[in-house]
């Protein structure tokens, strides 16, 4: 692999942890995260920041630079709000109400922020059901044969299209999927990012309580209907989100990375807090890493009650 090319994010805790500043051209990351622990807003986060933090580095010149999302869950239309509500909100600081939004106006500031470094933006959604591994691969090279070049498919996500009628094992649906998309992507240096849901076997762990989740799970083998599914990927990124008595914070671990970059182990764990206004700060543009690296000092005692029991 070469770091040509590679995609940053708006925040430097996930550029450090990565070794190389960012995403690898042509990599399949994956992040890994229970339930409602926030892996469609990762995936919504990087598709508002890595256009917006890189210039394209193109290997065809005669091409045009497209940063590409697909859907199997929402629509364009349902994701736009939440994005111009964190992107407006980190710019002003002030609270946007989600029903007061105009959606012409949303589209027409994304459009803008979006598109300010040269990338072109494609935002498509399909029904999962009888969509395959074989029709993203169709849509990927309709974009192509338009005078596109692909740097990263925002993918949302793979293990919905991967429902067998065929009666072939889940997991191995899984795997070939990777495999047979990881396959196309790699040689054009179309950087995928994924999400996938972690087991009951890992729930069971986070039940146990703590700020450590992450790292208990980065070793591989913890995902859902199909654990053999790190043994597949370039990248693999865990998530969970914890809350404290006064704050909420998404914890992120590093798994396996093909190339094993040498990262220091204390860049490899790591938390970001969830703000009243904006969610997640993006800390890239100012500079000064909001990454925090000690787990163990988000454990905060919750408040004794007073004396009215309040």
Same mark, same amino acid.
């Given at each position: ?64 630079? /497209? %940063?590409?999302?697909? =859907?199997? @869950? ?6 736009? #709000?939440?994005?111009?509500?964190? &992107? ?83 997991? /191995? %649906?899984?795997?070939? =999927?990777? @495999? ?6 790699? #040689?054009?240096?179309?950087?995928? &990012? ?53 704050a909420s914070y998404l914890t992120f671990a590093r798994g396996k990375m093909r190339g094993e970059v040498d990262v220091p182990m204390k860049h490899r764990v790591f ?40």
């Amino acid at each position: 692999w070469s770091e040509s090319g590679v995609l940053k994010t708006g925040y430097i805790g996930l550029n450090r942890m990565m070794g190389v500043g960012g995403f690898l051209r042509g990599f399949f990351c994956n992040f890994g995260a229970l339930t409602h622990n926030y892996k469609t807003g990762i995936l919504l986060d990087m598709f508002m920041q890595i256009p917006r933090y890189n210039t394209p580095y193109m290997f065809d010149p005669s091409k045009k630079a /497209l %940063m590409l999302r697909i =859907s199997f @869950e929402n629509r364009p239309q349902q994701d736009l #709000p939440d994005i111009y509500k964190k &992107l407006v909100e980190m710019a002003t600081g002030q609270k946007v109400v989600k029903k007061d939004i105009d959606p012409r106006e949303a589209a027409r500031y994304i459009k803008e922020k979006f598109e300010s470094k040269g990338y072109h933006i494609a935002w498509r959604y399909y029904s999962p059901n009888d969509f395959t591994v074989d029709h993203l691969i169709a849509v990927l090279e309709e974009y192509e044969q338009k005078g596109y070049e692909i740097h990263c498919l925002n993918l949302d996500y793979l293990e919905l299209i991967c429902k067998s009628k065929s009666g072939k094992r889940e997991d /191995l %649906m899984i795997t070939d =999927s990777v @495999e047979r998309l990881r396959g196309y992507c790699y #040689p054009r240096g179309i950087t995928v &990012l994924n999400a996938h849901q972690l087991s009951t076997e890992a729930q069971n762990i986070a039940r146990e309580g703590g700020t450590n989740f992450v790292s208990r799970v980065a070793q591989g083998g913890w995902y859902m209907n199909c654990k053999s599914l790190h043994t597949k990927l370039d990248l693999e990124i865990l998530m969970h989100i914890v809350k404290t008595a006064d704050a909420s914070y998404l914890t992120f671990a590093r798994g396996k990375m093909r190339g094993e970059v040498d990262v220091p182990m204390k860049h490899r764990v790591f938390a970001y807090k969830f703000e009243e206004v904006g969610g997640i700060h993006e800390d890239y543009p100012s500079g000064e890493c909001k990454a925090i690296y000690d787990l163990n000092s988000l454990n905060k005692p919750i408040a004794e009650a007073d004396d009215d029991g309040w």
